[in-house]
């Protein structure tokens, strides 16, 4: 394991670190494993320090870089909103105008807010037929019909 993946591990649990907390010298833990290191520590009447290396932890403070009523912002690239963080999965996932979609036409990503723009140069959007018969058929299949009728009125 390199050192990157190292960031993502929690020093307690060794897995991948879930819902990670950073204590001010620089150990990233799961939040539920650092809370029951410290609640061991209580039961046994000893003073809370980190588990990495013994130093002195302000609980409050550990606290306080995984508060659900803390601010944060949301993790999509180029959205601006600020929320309290019990609110960024669902923003981030369900809400966010920036989160990525897959195009159900052509399965290429976008963002949701510019998925329309897409739909409106997408080859395999449904269009319906010049011919007025109602049939609905793949822009890129248009472009083609026309080719090709182009190339056959010119033989």
């Not at 036409?105 to 997408?122: K, L, R, T, W, Y």
Request: include cysteine; charge should be negative; hydrophobic fraction near 30%.
């Amino acid at each position: 394991m390199n050192a990157a993946e190292d960031d993502f591990q929690c020093l307690i649990c060794h897995l991948p670190l879930k819902e990670p907390v950073l204590t001010r010298c620089g150990h990233r833990f799961c939040k539920e494993c650092l809370e029951e290191h410290f609640r061991r520590q209580e039961a046994q009447h000893q003073p809370i320090t980190c588990p990495a290396d013994r130093e002195g932890l302000d609980r409050e403070r550990v606290h306080l870089a995984s508060c659900l009523l803390k601010l944060v912002h949301c993790t999509n690239e180029n959205c601006p909103v600020t929320m309290q963080r019990r609110h960024l999965e669902e923003h981030v996932t369900i809400n966010c105008t920036w989160r990525i979609l897959e195009c159900d036409n052509c399965s290429e990503p976008h963002p949701v807010c510019n998925m329309q723009d897409h739909f409106g140069q997408c080859s395999k959007f449904p269009v319906t037929c010049s011919n007025s018969c109602g049939a609905s058929i793949r822009r890129e299949m248009v472009r083609l019909l026309v080719l090709s009728f182009g190339l056959a009125y010119l033989h």
